[in-house]
């Protein structure tokens, strides 16, 4: 993959097949979406490029930021556990936790982390299964929809995911603790914020299901761009045929992304729409 020098704006996105990430990508630090990002999606869009979302949050969490933009792509939601169509309303897959073989192990982070939030997700909702003292910031400032409801209980339905959140050392160690109930080789972990550590089935992550939507006969000739700017996004940087970082990405993701874009407070889609696209050469 190389980069033309002096390269014009194109009117064709028809080659593209784009994934964004959104928090710390897409959304800037005053937890909005810019209008010149909505401006440059909508462009990308009507001159035949396909737009999709790649991130941890639920399709609830993700409309009141996307406001009269629908994506006309597929979108990556809880951190690849749920692949869904929003033009048509439907969840193209789903790949659901063993979540049985997490009872031990999150009563175990309940009785020895205080202060942890314990979030699972459900396809109905999210419940929080730790103490209603114990408050996750951007629940209460995105006002979403939970039900406090005992682990006992939620244990009888399907998991998306779980996320603890608390401070960065006490999830080292609740990670640290997965080898101890022999869960280290049988789910997927990954750190998605510093105070995020989430839990899914094994094999699941953005990055792999980016690789089946590959596979898709309305995929598999398109040029596939994916941007992000942490951990969780590794995955499906890599496996774009061009990845970009964001520039407030952690180092670990500038190293493997192809291409380093503006931050998340510079107009990302502006940028790689109008100036980073056209003067790709794959």
Known sequence: MNIKEGSDMTDSYEQYLMLSDMDGTLIGSNFKISQKNFNAIRYFIEHGGIFGVATGRTKYSIRPYMGDLKPNGPCILYNGALVYDFEKDRDIKSEFLEKHMLDEYV?????????????????????????????????????????????????????????????????????????????????ENVFSQDFYLELLKKNVSKGMALEGLKKLPRFSQKTVIAVGDYDNDIGMIKSADAGIAVRNARACVKQAADIITVSNDEDVMQDIIFNILPALQI
């Open 107 to 187: 009563d175990h982070c309940l009785k020895n982390f205080e202060n942890m939030t314990v979030e699972i997700f459900t396809p109905e909702m999210m419940y929080i299964v730790s103490s209603e003292g114990n408050v996750d910031p951007s629940v209460e400032r995105e006002k979403k929809v939970f039900r406090y409801s005992a682990l006992a209980e939620v244990s009888e339905m399907d998991w998306y995911k779980a996320i603890l959140f608390d401070t960065g050392k006490n999830l080292f160690e609740a990670q640290a603790a997965l080898k101890t109930f022999e869960l280290e080789e049988r789910v």
